[in-house]
């Protein structure tokens, strides 16, 4: 499902520099597989795996069909973990513009009021669910958005609490208590199981069910990867899982000063699963003084913004390529009668054939200019395989903090934004 090629990383690697990595890989990876290192009380992400709850699937596909015959939008309210997995599916799985089917928006990640305004609006007269998404229950921005969104919906709709859905704590929180007495329809987030790690709860799978994603094929992709990354003798040549693989190359790389990653895709649908990956792998590394700084790139898009500074610029970033082998896109390139635009030479070939020529050259061009570049290949862009990529990247991601000596699974520097916030607008 996914192939992982390392020989752009390991020119650049020394060979008792790999091979210590890899070991201290190798007890990362023990360390979380055996559930006793820091912050395992926050490994539901993979218990949740070993038994699929295949009736949780089934209520969560029966009331995506309600909406889907119901609604014309749903807006989705949450922020960080409580959306980015859901937008990162949607996103990759659906195509650029659509005529039909249920509108998924996405509101409460920021405090525009501009936004939610023209959001307003645009939701007039149509018919409108509202998922509420948030573990804790009191985020300012996804609690702000709700309450304008709620008075719209109870001012709009005759039967408000049939369309309002709350994706929270199962028994505290002040969304909980505000849902237990509105009689909201309600899904529990298990409390072994942080934001950024959830896309595979309710929080991500009702919204990717109402969207049209077959959530089936995306949990139990996670599932066959989670079963792989736990055996023994494990899958790569380095005698590890590939996600510990490529946590060993990432971190020996940060240790060597290769101090940001860059995720580059080369279609803009997998863009927003590149935000995802931003916040798993910067939420998760960064604290302590320590942790790779992980930006995202859409080539060729950026190629003609931030390639000049990659392949020429300060020698401080990896790359991390990932592709799709089989693309569903055969757009051919016309034959053109005057062949004034002098591009007749590429009639008959895909843009495909022209996206591979694009990376192939440019993956060349970085690792000749020096810069270490990590290769992940996705079989397909299906439900099934981009499951099997979320437990790739949360696998590696908890490996990687492991062996830089942090807890993957606290975020305490997000709190210091809140109390300055806090502060400022008189709460005690
Ligand atoms: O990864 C995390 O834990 C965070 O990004 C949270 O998802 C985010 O802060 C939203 O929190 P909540 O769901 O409690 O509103």
Redesign the pocket.
Known sequence: MLHTDFSGVDVHLPADVLGSALERAANAHNLLVSGSGPGSEWLGWRSMLDSPNDALLERLDRLAMEIREEADVLVCV?????YLGADAVITALAPAFRSHGVEVIFAGHHLSGAYLASLVRHLEGKSVYVNV?????T?LE?ALTFRVLRAFVERSFSNPEERIVATTSRDSGALQHLAADQGYRQFAIPDDV???FSVLTPVGLLPIAVAGGDIRSLYYGAVSMHSNSGRVPAETADGLPTAAAYAARRIALYELGYKTEILATMVPELARLGAWWQ?LFG?SEGKEGKGLFPAVCTFTTDLHSLGQFIQDGDKSVLETFLTVEATSDALTIPESDDNLDGLNYLAGRTFSDVNRAAFEGTREAHISGGTPVIHLTLARQTEEHLGALIYFFEHAVATGAYMLGVNPFD?PG?EAYKKGMLTRLEKE
């Open positions: 949450g922020i960080g973990g409580s998404i948030s573990k804790s229950g985020t996804p942080g934001g950024r916040q939420e975020q997000v």
